[in-house]
């Protein structure tokens, strides 16, 4: 089934599980992956969170010369911590140890120009695999991103959504490297098992890079918008010399800000769900039924999103985190976003339990994360404190069930003989 862009022309078939449009999206994203694609040597201002916190509050106010003057004041001050994609920065800030985050090495590995020597590639993995999708800057708006459904993830925003950590708190290496490792069932995220380690290695402190750099891109703006008289300046130059005090204070405010962002990655291994071993009986009868009676609960609202059936079409007029920051709901302002580059908000598809394939894994204790934390940026949210680890097991059981449900396969075999 195609649908189409009229605002783009009909460039690419959005991507589509299953279906002649997905498997020609997917062969769209591999068939870009094998050129070279040197893009730009900058990273894009963020102009739609700029809009959204009102430092342009119309299209024509990114023209004036205070709005001009002042996003490159935040293009300078981003650059000074993060540098540029052909040349990335370890970010330091005074008091904070950024070590643990990144290797400078593993960040050159994955940024930078795709060079081939001697038949194998060398600094640029991000580039050569990744940017097509998820764009230089990671905001999921690469050149094939608009023709993908759903979306290739914006990192900017720091929230991910298969991990072990639990609410918007960052993901550990372990989830990014299980992603990368997996791809992401029925969707255009391939699995990049057949790289090295060290690759794959290079490519989650890169993916973490991008984030932390998206997020204090973001804080910063935020704190202009709401401290920052018109005539302020984020960072001047000329207070270096006319000022020192002055320009201290500035730099003290910067570090601050990017103390703030980098703290929950730090502390993110202290944060993980407790995950206990899989109870022999977690897929006993009784504990299925029990499932089955919590799932239609207000304690877990799962039937609201997924359906009495479990074909995920209850709820379906809803728009996850990154689409709700477009504001749809306000057509003068998602005009304006539209205009300065975001995609057209979707609207969110919970997800089929009967097809039995689940992003982020698919093993019992996989599916026990994601009913005990939620899943970030959606409307999944967490029971931990509502159930027991026994009532979300049997959660875990019912779930699982629903694939082979005898009843749902009679009635599907009976549709198909008709």
């Not at 300078?76 to 994609?85: A, E, I, K, Q």
Request: glycine share 8%; aromatic share 8%.
């Amino acid at each position: 089934m195609m649908e189409s862009r009229p605002d783009r022309g009909d460039l690419l078939p959005v991507y589509q599980p299953g279906g002649m449009c997905g498997r020609w999206a997917v062969l769209l994203v591999f068939i870009g992956a094998l050129g070279c694609d040197r893009g730009p040597d900058s990273f894009p201002v963020n102009r739609v969170f700029a809009r959204n916190q009102k430092l342009a509050r119309t299209l024509d106010e990114f023209d004036t010369p205070r709005v001009t003057v002042l996003l490159k004041d935040i293009d300078r001050v981003v650059t000074r911590y993060f540098g540029v994609p052909g040349d990335p920065l370890m970010p330091s800030c005074e008091g904070v140890e950024l070590g643990p985050l990144f290797a400078l090495a593993d960040l050159r590995h994955a940024a930078g120009f795709v060079e081939q020597e001697a038949g194998h590639v060398e600094p640029g993995l991000y580039r050569d695999l990744c940017v097509r999708c998820h764009g230089t800057s990671g905001d999921g708006s690469g050149r094939l991103a608009r023709g993908l459904n759903p979306y290739p993830r914006d990192y900017r925003r720091g929230i991910f959504k298969f991990k072990r950590t639990p609410s918007t708190l960052p993901p550990t290496d372990a989830d990014l490297h299980g992603v990368l490792l997996r791809g992401i069932p029925e969707t255009a995220m391939p699995s990049f098992r057949d790289l090295s380690p060290s690759q794959r290695g290079a490519l989650v402190q890169y993916v973490r890079y991008l984030s932390i750099r998206g997020l204090f891109e973001r804080a910063v703006m935020m704190e202009v918008a709401i401290t920052f008289d018109d005539d302020d300046r984020l960072l001047d130059p000329k207070q270096q010399e006319v000022s020192p005090t002055a320009y201290a204070r500035q730099v003290e405010m910067l570090d601050a800000i990017l103390n703030e962002v980098v703290q929950p990655w730090l502390d993110v291994d202290e944060q993980m769900a407790d995950v206990p071993p899989v109870p022999a009986d977690y897929d006993a009868p009784q504990s299925t039924a029990r499932g089955r009676e919590l799932f239609f609960t207000t304690l877990t609202n799962c039937g609201t999103c997924h359906g009495n059936t479990g074909f995920g079409d209850g709820q379906t007029e809803d728009y996850d985190d990154w689409a709700k920051e477009l504001e749809p709901a306000n057509p003068e302002a998602l005009a304006d976003y539209l205009a300065l580059g975001a995609l057209p908000p979707r609207y969110a598809e919970p997800r089929n339990l009967r097809l039995g394939t689940y992003r982020g894994g698919d093993r019992p204790e996989d599916l026990f994360v994601k009913f005990k934390n939620g899943i970030a940026g959606t409307t999944m949210t967490s029971v931990a404190t509502q159930l027991t680890d026994h009532d979300i097991w049997c959660l875990v059981s019912y779930a699982r069930f629903l694939p082979r449900d005898p009843v749902f396969r009679e009635e599907r075999g009976a549709e198909s003989r008709e």
